[in-house]
């Protein structure tokens, strides 16, 4: 029995371009400035320019931290938002 591999197929300047005009709209809503409060409140918050430096200038970067502080939630937002690394986020299905 063969199988088949699925790859789908992204526009990736669409995908950008739809993630760009969502951080706008997100400004927005009701409730973002709560989020961002929160946000804000995790320990990952007070290291995300260091993570996005070393993402920019390091190959391979590992990040450790306590259970609940940002690093599996907050760590990938903060590389999307950051202008020099979101752009070249891609995705793997």
Do not use: W
């Not at 007070?46 to 306590?66: D, F, M, P």
């Amino acid at each position: 029995m063969a199988f088949k591999t699925f790859v789908p197929t992204v526009n990736l300047q669409k995908l950008i371009e739809n993630y760009n005009a969502s951080k706008f709209d997100m400004t927005s809503k009701r409730n973002y400035n709560a989020i961002m409060a929160s946000r804000m409140q995790l320990p990952a918050y007070s290291h995300r320019l260091i993570v996005c430096t070393l993402v920019k200038t390091n190959q391979i970067v590992l990040i450790s931290g306590e259970t609940g502080c940002g690093k599996s939630t907050q760590v990938p937002q903060y590389l999307l938002d950051d202008p020099d690394i979101g752009g070249y986020i891609f995705i793997r299905f």
